[in-house]
């Protein structure tokens, strides 16, 4: 139930990187291990948007930036592909997880709240080994109930409509979705979020909207294709409501998900 990604494009490069430079530079890959208890699963789309929260807060996290003790590492990821990787555990293995340094953030389901916990990124065939062992892949997850209507307030990451993704990847997708727009956000814009607790929603867009949403100028997750789906897939648009008024460019009616 785990997926491993890259996106092909940084907005906020400076350094003008190919992505051949990139795929010479050393790699590094994000953890993050959702907790699957197997008679306490937790609902998909909470699992989706809990791992996308997860990933805003280990970049706004203080000792992710300037001489924070994750700085480097951190740096290092994004100035390669930006690889996430998503594993499961329960029990034991879950407390053993808890113990290595990262941060724990959970759900908002109340019926089947996930928890997700994300670690500083590591070389990719460097994980620690409470980590290394865990399942990259197993059970998949489903909604109870159909998630409700996003709101339009608040950022809304776009799943394809078009692409079949295991919760695994679809949980690494919308961290790059979050991701990408986050980057893209000014300072004031991401106090703004942080001071929100990062509220989003993850949802499918309805067909006759995904075109649309893609070619408005909103950040795009293109896939490099290392798992379940093909190079260059468009699989999620972030559609934050700051960066929805700077692109001017969705001009269709307003997506409602499913």
């Given amino acids: 139930m785990s997926s491993e990604d890259t996106r092909e494009i940084r907005p906020d490069s400076t350094l003008g990187h190919e992505i051949s430079s990139r795929d010479a530079a050393p790699q590094f890959v994000l953890p993050l291990v959702v907790r699957i208890e197997k008679t306490a699963p937790p609902a998909r789309t909470d699992a989706l948007e809990t791992a996308a929260r997860a990933v805003l807060a280990i970049l706004a996290d203080e000792r992710s930036t300037g001489d924070g003790e994750w700085a480097a590492a951190v740096r290092d990821w994004q100035d390669a592909r930006i690889r996430k990787v998503v594993r499961r555990a329960r029990g034991a293995e879950w407390r053993k ?4 340094p990262g941060i724990t953030v959970t759900g908002t389901d109340p019926d089947a709240e996930a928890e997700v916990r994300v670690f500083p990124p590591v070389p990719l065939d460097g994980w620690p080994r409470e980590l290394a062992k865990l399942q990259v892949s197993g059970t998949e997850l489903d909604d109870p109930r159909p998630p409700a209507a996003p709101d339009p307030a608040h ?34 814009q991401r106090e703004a979020w942080r001071a929100s607790g990062f509220a989003l929603s993850v949802r499918t867009a309805d067909p006759a909207d995904w075109r649309a949403l893609t070619a408005s100028g909103l950040p795009v997750v293109r896939d490099a294709g290392f798992t379940e789906i093909a190079p260059g897939s468009c699989t999620v648009v972030a559609d934050h409501p700051a960066l929805r008024e700077r692109a001017g460019r969705w001009t269709g009616r307003r997506p409602t998900g499913r």
Avoid: D, N
């Fill in 97 to 100: 997880a808890g113990t290595l």
């Fill in 155 to 188: 950022p809304v990451l776009w799943l394809s409509p078009t692409l079949e993704m295991s919760a695994g990847k679809a949980m690494a997708q919308a961290g790059h979705g979050a991701q990408l727009a986050w980057l893209r956000l000014s300072e004031a």
